[in-house]
Nanobody, 122 residues
Framework: QLQAYGGGLVQAGGSLRLSCVAS????????MGWIRQAPGKEREFVAA????????YYADSVKGRFTISRDNAKDTVYLQMNSLKPEDTAVYYC?????????????????WGQGTQVTVSS
């Protein structure tokens, strides 16, 4: 099971750090990522990281502002979000790929758990 934490209300320009903890399974051999869904919109890929953490990939809309990382010893994935914008408002979901690289997550496939709400006010 994947559980995302760390969402909240922040002003534009602020920062938040999301965490995703895996329980009942290990994710250290899987690529991981973040997907978000804003009200009335389709799910959108945000960021992904390979199983070892050596490779990352970002949506153009967050590149340079968001950083994905992982701690395999803790089966935890993070998303550091800086310079937040109102358009970043969404429910953020942590997702697990089916293998060590993020071929599925970037296509909005894989498995994910409960999300966390991020609201950015202008």
């Amino acid at each position: 099971q994947l559980q995302a934490y760390g969402g909240g209300l922040v002003q534009a320009g602020g920062s938040l750090r999301l965490s995703c903890v895996a329980s009942g399974r290990t994710i250290r051999n899987l690529a991981m990522g973040w997907i978000r869904q804003a009200p009335g919109k389709e799910r959108e890929f945000v960021a992904a990281i390979s199983f070892s953490g050596s490779s990352t990939y970002y949506a153009d809309s967050v590149k340079g502002r968001f950083t994905i990382s992982r701690d395999n010893a803790k089966d935890t994935v993070y998303l550091q979000m800086n310079s937040l914008k109102p358009e970043d408002t969404a429910v953020y979901y942590c997702a697990a790929d089916i293998g060590p690289f993020y071929s599925e997550i970037v296509r909005l496939r894989g498995s994910w758990g409960q999300g966390t709400q991020v609201t950015v006010s202008s």
